[in-house]
C-alpha cells in the first residue's frame, strides 16, 4: 500500500517561504497525480494544489495561486511544494495524497476521494509573527 510522507512544515513569518516534500519508501510516485491538502482548526478542507503525472501540469487553488509552486522530481520519487510570501491565513496542516488523475482534473473539480485513500500523515505549517 502506497505510504506518503510529508515534511518541511515550521514556523515562519509573514512574507516567508517553506518548501513542502512528499516522498513515498516503498512504491513509486510516477504514475499518480500528487495533491497538496490544507486543514486549519475549524475550517473546511482545501484543495491547494495538484500535479499530474505525466505532463506535470498544475492546479493551484485561487488562495495560493501566484505564491505557491508545485513540481516533481520522479527521479527522487519526491513531490514538491514551494510556498512563497506566506500569510498568516495559510497556518494549516498540510498533507499530500495521490491518485490516478489525469491532468488533475478530479483534483480540480472537488472530487477527491480518491487521493484521501492514499493520504499521508500531515505536516504543521504555521505562519506567525
Known amino acids: 500500500q502506497l505510504q506518503l510522507v510529508a515534511s518541511g512544515g515550521g514556523l515562519v513569518q509573514p512574507g516567508g517561504s517553506l518548501r513542502l516534500s512528499c516522498t513515498a519508501s516503498?512504491?513509486?510516485?510516477?504514475?499518480?497525480?500528487i495533491g497538496w491538502f490544507r486543514q486549519a482548526p475549524g475550517n473546511e478542507r482545501e484543495g491547494a494544489s495538484c500535479?499530474?503525472?505525466?505532463?506535470?501540469?498544475?492546479y493551484y487553488a485561487d488562495t495560493v495561486k501566484g505564491r505557491f509552486t508545485m513540481y516533481r522530481d520522479n527521479n527522487k520519487n519526491t513531490a514538491y511544494l514551494q510556498m512563497n510570501n506566506l500569510k498568516p491565513e495559510d497556518t494549516a496542516i498540510y498533507y499530500c495524497?495521490?491518485?490516478?488523475?489525469?491532468?488533475?482534473?478530479?483534483?480540480?473539480?472537488?472530487?477527491?476521494?480518491?487521493?484521501?485513500?492514499?493520504r499521508g500523515q500531515g505536516t504543521q505549517v504555521t505562519v506567525s509573527q
Open positions: 495524497a495521490a491518485a490516478i488523475d489525469v491532468e488533475c482534473i478530479h483534483f480540480s473539480s472537488g472530487y477527491v476521494d480518491s487521493y484521501l485513500e492514499r
Open positions: 516503498e512504491y513509486s510516485l510516477g504514475s499518480y497525480a
Open positions: 500535479i499530474s503525472s505525466s505532463s506535470g501540469s498544475t
